[in-house]
């Protein structure tokens, strides 16, 4: 990691942070206009990035995961760091070695004929390393950096001051913003990122999940016996990036049965109950040569339970019903509000702003609409919890990969 002190790593992100708060502050008490806010957020916004590949490690997770959290931060913030990318330097292949060998309790010749002393990928958690089995099987091994649990720790251990700092003197309307349950989801998407079983888990699940439909998508196997909580084998796949316009145009398959063949494999994702692929990017979403859709990285995931699909379902019935004590009571039970103190409020103002017309939405911009729910959520004392922000990501980045794909298709068209 480029800054391994652990308490030069603390004094720098609360150096960032504090200056954040008292140029907040100023502008506050000066009462600056609209656009002096606006040039501020961008200021602030091109710090934060620039002290987050400084820093490098849990960081670089937070700016990515703060990056969708539109409903609660300034768009020109975000623009600043909504294409953060964790690409950082590879490890020392001798502190690999050590690592893979520590986690299996042998040498690297007792379960591998070979493997490649330079990563194939590096993120700020796990690098992947490609190696061939003893029985000849080539697989990727995914390692988790070394040091990068104590460095975890530390910026924890700083968040925690910060977001203490932030609930008790930012100045935001009390409710608006629960900054504990922030950092708890955080930490929450962080851990999980950290246990490569549950990684593991999540391919065991989405391979069975798909079993009966192997002949569009494709999970990589997994090898049990070698994976640990910071090692994951997984079978290697080639597959071609969705970026790759050439590779992609010599597919035995229309650009618009690619296209098809995506939505047949997310879109049960997202309205059934049970896991779905949160970081679906073009690097984690490739096609075979059969033309087989490809999920890989699933360290992300959200789950959609059945008790949620539920709430969702009743919350919908009960705004088109324009019943909006029920809507707001469906809200706190998806977590969306924290409290029924406001509930009365919550009401009036969904009277107000939820009137659109629901024939429109076949007409609607997308990114119109979605900006006019962003605007529609950030007026409301709500926050969105993370694993519906992560839904909404999976969701707008699948519709990315196949406006790449078929660029002057009707995208609703494809799901008829």
Not at 20 to 49: A, H, N, T, V
Not at 127 to 148: D, S, W
Not at 201 to 215: A, C, G, Q, T
């Amino acid at each position: 990691m480029a800054v391994k002190s652990k308490w030069k790593r603390i004094y720098k992100v609360l150096t960032l942070f504090f200056s954040i708060f008292l140029k907040i502050y100023w502008y506050k008490l000066r009462k600056k206009s609209d656009s002096e806010w606006e040039k501020l957020w961008l200021e602030i916004g091109k710090k934060f990035r620039k002290t987050l590949f400084e820093l490098e490690g849990l960081l670089i997770k937070i700016g990515q995961i703060l990056s969708i959290r539109s409903d609660l931060l300034p768009h020109a913030f975000i623009s600043q760091i909504q294409d953060l990318t964790d690409k950082v330097p590879p490890s020392n292949w001798d502190e690999i070695k050590k690592q893979l060998e520590n986690e299996w309790g042998e040498s690297l010749d007792y379960h591998l004929q070979s493997i490649d002393q330079h990563s194939i990928a590096s993120a700020s958690i796990g690098e992947v390393y490609k190696g061939v089995l003893k029985n000849g099987k080539t697989v990727a091994i995914k390692v988790q950096r070394p040091h990068i649990q104590s460095i975890i720790q530390t910026d924890f251990r700083t968040l925690r001051i910060i977001i203490w700092f932030a609930d008790h003197f930012v100045p935001v309307p009390k409710g608006f913003i629960q900054f504990n349950v922030l950092f708890k989801e955080l930490k929450q998407v962080i851990e999980q990122e950290l246990d490569f079983q549950l990684e593991m888990k999540s391919l065991i699940y989405f391979k069975e999940r798909y079993k009966s439909s192997s002949d569009i998508v494709q999970i990589p196997s997994v090898y049990k016996d070698l994976c640990t909580s910071k090692i994951l084998v997984m079978e290697w796949v080639e597959g071609i990036r969705l970026s790759d316009e050439h590779q992609i145009n010599q597919l035995p398959f229309s650009r618009e049965e690619l296209a098809k063949r995506l939505i047949s494999a997310f879109l049960p994702q997202w309205l059934e109950p049970g896991l779905f692929h949160a970081d679906p990017h073009p690097g984690n979403i490739l096609f075979s040569s059969e033309g087989k859709v490809i999920m890989l990285d699933l360290g992300m995931v959200g789950e959609i339970s059945k008790k949620d699909a539920t709430n969702f379902q009743t919350l919908i019935g009960s705004v088109l019903a324009k019943d909006y004590t029920k809507a707001v009571e469906c809200l706190y039970h998806l977590e969306f509000l924290h409290s029924q103190d406001n509930s009365r409020m919550m009401e009036k103002l969904m009277e107000e702003l939820v009137s659109f017309d629901p024939s429109q939405l076949m007409e609607a911009d997308l990114l119109k609409l979605k900006l006019e729910m962003n605007d529609l959520i950030q007026a409301l004392p709500i926050q969105v919890p993370t694993r519906f922000v992560f839904l909404g990501r999976a969701v707008v980045t699948i519709e990315g990969n196949l406006r790449n794909l078929v660029p002057d298709q009707e995208l609703l068209e494809l799901f008829l």
